[in-house]
Every structure is written in C-alpha cells, then in structure tokens.
C-alpha cells in the first residue's frame, strides 16, 4: 500500500495577515471612532484592584460571565489578597471560594500555582510581558493581553473573545475563525494605540447591540452604515411586517364573509 504523504497543517503561528488598503483602515478608524462616540466610558468590567487581582479575576472569567466572576472574587481577595498570600492558602479553601464558577476546581489549582510561580519565578510581582505571563498557569495569550492592556497600558495583542471575533466578522474586519488569526488581523488592521480600547468597545457594542442572537441591527445607525447584516435582517423584518399585514387582511376578509 502506498504510503500517504504527509500533509502540513498550516499554523496559526505561521499566518500573515492581509495587507489591509488605506481605504479598509480609514473605514476601520471611522468604526472605531463611532464606536468611540457610543461608548466613551468602555472598560474592563473585570473588577480589580491591581494586576494581580485582575489576573486572577481573568482566569475565573473563562467560558464564564464577568458579572459573577465579580460576585465571586470580593470574598477571595478577602481572604488573600496578594499572590504570597495565595501561595500558602489551602487549595481547598480556594476550591471553596470560588466554587460558583465554571470548571471552578481547574481554575483554583491554576490560581493557586500561578500565586505560586509569581512568589518564587517573579519576586512576587505579576509579569509585564506576554512570554512571562503565558507560563503561568491558567493563563493564555487572551487572559495575557487582558492583563497587559488594562493592568499594565501596554498593547501587546488584541483581546479577542466571542463578541470580538463575531463583530469582527460582521464588521468584515476578518475572514477568520480562529482567534489568533482574528487577532493578526485586527493587529495589521488598527493602530497599536487602539487595540486595548478596540477590544472593550467590542465586547460592549455585541453585549448592548449586536448580540449574537438577535441583533439589534435597525437600532444604530454605525450598523445601518457599515455592517452589510444591517441591510440583510431590515430586508427580513420588512417582509415579515408585509406578510404579516396580507395574513390579518386575509383574516379579516374571511370574518367578514362569515358575518354577511
Ligand atoms: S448591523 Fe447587526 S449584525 Fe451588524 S454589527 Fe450591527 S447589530 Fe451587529
């Protein structure tokens, strides 16, 4: 039997973004100003005190809302409030705190070795770079540019989370599924200044507006302009409203017929 050729499985690593026109950047920087206007108080909804803090706040908000991570993390930052502190708790008690979460017990045991690597590897301070931060554990290039842009004000990368990949896409910012290529796209396509507000203007346009389920697309006039779904789903809801009408028209023929 012939042997099968090996084939090469293209990495993300090895990826190149498109070189985006000027005209694609000039419509991208008016999107992100836009969006600027609608959101100009756009943060981290992560609450925290310092980078510590929001690293382990990060962890938590895996595959899981903000909104109870923050319910979560004030009883934990009671307890132990700084990565020393948390190097010595008991994982059990970590377990416990956090426990309303998701995958809470995978998440304890990264919390408490990451307190663990940043007390002996990092003087007990968290680290300001991406290779250093990816080495703990429980954290990866996303949870790493979260805590780079919003503790540290340094643009690494682009956050890319589910409403950033899904307005990137309908915003034709990107033709990719995998989140780091979204990220090189979004890197190549706005300036390096931009990309930790980018990520919450993001998050907040699909949290208010462009939900994944039910947009709310006739509502803004920035996705009426620059999102072609905009068109697409007023088309849709136009004809449901015609079909609508001809349905309570056709109805009401047949009632009166009956009466007479
Ligand atoms: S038009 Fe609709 S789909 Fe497009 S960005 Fe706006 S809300 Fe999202």
């Known amino acids: 039997m012939p042997k099968k050729k090996a084939t090469k499985k293209k990495s993300s690593r090895s990826y190149a973004p ?23 108080d756009a943060h ?15 962890i938590l908000s895996a595959q899981c809302t903000d909104v109870l991570v923050n319910k979560v993390t004030p009883d934990l930052f009671r307890a132990y409030p700084t990565p020393q502190a948390t190097a010595k708790a008991d994982l059990e008690d970590i377990r416990n705190l956090v426990n309303k979460v998701n995958f809470w017990q995978n998440k304890a045991k990264s919390i408490h070795n990451a307190a663990k690597m940043v007390v002996t590897d990092f003087n007990g301070a968290v680290p300001t770079s991406m290779d250093e931060l ?27 989370d589910t409403h950033i990949a899904r307005l990137s896409h309908r915003y034709n910012f990107t033709k990719h599924k995998d989140p780091k ?32 389920r039910h947009a709310l697309c006739d509502q803004s006039p920035l996705c009426t302009k620059y999102c072609s ?12 409203t015609k079909k609508k009408a001809v349905k309570k028209k056709a109805t009401k023929k047949k009632a009166k017929i009956k009466i007479s």
């Open 18 to 40: 498109p070189t985006y026109t000027p005209a694609e950047k000039r419509r991208a920087k008016t999107i992100y100003n836009k969006l600027l206007e609608l959101y100009p």
């Open 44 to 58: 981290c909804a992560l609450i925290h005190k310092n980078p510590w803090e929001l690293l382990v706040a990060t």
């Open 134 to 160: 990816i080495k703990l554990p429980g954290v990866a290039r996303k949870t790493a540019n979260v805590v780079l842009g919003n503790a540290f004000n340094i643009n690494h990368g682009v956050v890319v």
């Open 181 to 212: 290529k979204i990220e090189q796209d979004l890197m190549a396509l706005f300036p390096r200044d931009t990309w930790t507000m980018l990520a919450h203007l993001l998050i907040y346009h699909g949290r208010q507006v462009c939900k994944s």
């Open 229 to 240: 779904n905009a068109k697409i789903v007023a088309t849709e809801r136009a004809n449901k």
